[in-house]
Every structure is written in C-alpha cells, then in structure tokens.
C-alpha cells in the first residue's frame, strides 16, 4: 500500500507533487483529476492511502471533494482517506 501524506498541502500542484513521489506518473501526464483517473486505472488493483485528508479538506475543500469523488470512479483500485 502506498501512503500518501496531505497535511500542510497548499495546492493541487503541492499534491502531485507528492503523489509523483510515490507513484510514477508519465511524461505526458496532465496534472488534473481526469489524467489522474486514467493513470491510476492503468495501475491494476493499486492501494493507496491518502493521510491528513482534513486538513487538506479545510484547505483545498474543492479539490478534495474531486479527488474523492474521482476516486470512487476507480475500478480496480484501493484507495482509503484518512
């Protein structure tokens, strides 16, 4: 399972920022909720946990609000906020 950390996250470039940290993302990524999708349903049955997601909910409610709903589209992929 990868653990992705959101506390203190400031803005959605902050979180693929850390999220390419932990996942590789390819060179023509887009740095949107829609080229996340298809990337992370290229990945087969990932897990990932995504921590501090109150914090960042406080910060950043729009986009958490789209991650979430982003990935509950997911097919095969795990995915927990915490």
């Known amino acids: 399972m990868i653990t992705i950390d959101l ?36 990945k087969n049955a990932l897990e990932i946990r995504f921590t501090g997601c109150d914090d ?6 729009r986009f958490m609000r789209g991650l979430k709903r982003m990935c509950a589209a997911l097919s095969d992929a795990k995915i927990e906020f915490e």
Do not use: C, T, W
């Open 7 to 42: 506390k203190n996250l400031d803005s959605a470039d902050e979180f693929y920022k850390r999220l390419g940290e932990q996942i590789e993302l390819p060179d023509y990524f887009g740095y949107n909720l829609d080229a996340l999708h298809d990337v992370l349903d290229e």
């Open 56 to 61: 960042a909910a406080v910060i950043m409610p």
